[in-house]
């Protein structure tokens, strides 16, 4: 089992959650935003870029059955400022990915995207076959690498499955709504909101670990949303957490950007049915498992 950004913040999990259930890991991650410190020290790991030819030593080398595809850049603001960076991490690593996995004969590949692609749709929830109209140049990239991933399984039959997550949070994460509200929260800051009556359908890192090994043993293919399906404002998100927290402090409200998705919720149904796959975590489960863990570092 090849993971691919296993050192990143989902990457860890999906790693922990493959050995909790017993298959043999391989760890692939240039570390330029993961920690090697995030893995357990028997994990065999591999410092290398998965836009570079030297993977193709490591699927060699390896020869693995799988390959859970999560290596990329996924700021949105990052792809506005360097979209060809953006465009090197997310397109040519998925191409790199689906070509090695191809020539080395894996039996299936998982790869992630995003609720990025759709923009801000019409239809609510929004379905795997919603229009797809990306507002920034990450979502332009994830909808390119999707575009490769179907054309390799219609052209050589590699299998695959496309997660298209939703705004996945979780402990240990260094970017996110949750993540700044939390960190500024502790430092007695307040925490910046812009806008916040856009939704989110957020989904805890734990259910996406789960998700992507239900994904991988089945023997299901095609677009699956890995989701909450449900709907919730930022400032609704704020209140939980400073009701859960206990800290109070008056946000400073900001514009939102112009190319912030105003309304997100995805439905679940296609991955409850086929991949047998649903979330295990409310919100406020969630949420309170992310707190437990940042007061264990404060008392550290």
Avoid at 21 to 35: C, I, P
Avoid at 62 to 82: C, F, G, K, R, W
Avoid at 84 to 91: F, K, L, P
Wanted: hydrophobic content about 35%; overall charge negative; proline content about 3%.
């Amino acid at each position: 089992m090849l993971v691919t950004g296993a050192a990143g913040f989902i990457g860890s999990n999906v790693v922990q959650e493959l050995l909790d259930h017993q298959y043999s890991v391989v760890a692939l991650d240039n570390l330029s935003k993961g920690y090697k410190s995030r893995l357990p020290r028997d994990v065999t790991f591999y410092e290398a870029d998965i836009t570079n030819s030297e993977t193709q030593r490591i699927f060699q080398l390896e020869q693995p059955d799988y390959v859970i595809h999560l290596a990329a850049q996924t700021s949105v603001l990052n792809s506005m400022e360097n979209p060809v960076e953006d465009c090197r991490a997310n397109v040519l690593g998925t191409l790199n990915t689906l070509k090695y996995s191809n020539q080395f004969n894996i039996k299936k590949c998982i790869i992630a995207s995003s609720a990025a692609v759709y923009g801000n749709p019409s239809v609510f929830p929004v379905e795997e076959d919603s229009k797809l109209c990306p507002l920034s140049f990450y979502g332009l990239s994830k909808v390119s690498a999707e575009n490769y991933v179907h054309l390799y399984e219609k052209m050589f039959g590699l299998k695959s499955c496309i997660l298209r997550f939703s705004n996945v949070y979780g402990s240990n994460q260094e970017s996110g709504v949750i993540s700044s509200f939390l960190n500024r929260l502790y430092k007695g800051k307040a925490p910046i909101i812009h806008n916040g009556s856009q939704t989110r359908d957020f989904i805890y890192v734990k259910d996406v670990a789960s998700a992507c090994l239900s994904a991988m043993v089945s023997h299901e293919t095609g677009v699956f949303h890995i989701s909450s399906g449900t709907e919730i404002t930022i400032n609704e998100v704020y209140k939980l957490i400073s009701k859960s927290t206990n800290i109070e402090i008056e946000p400073l409200l900001k514009e939102l950007d112009a190319a912030e998705i105003k309304r997100s919720v995805l439905s679940n149904q296609k991955a409850r049915r086929l991949l047998y796959w649903e979330p295990g975590y409310s919100m406020e489960e969630g949420i309170g498992e992310v707190i437990q863990s940042y007061n264990l570092v404060k008392h550290l």
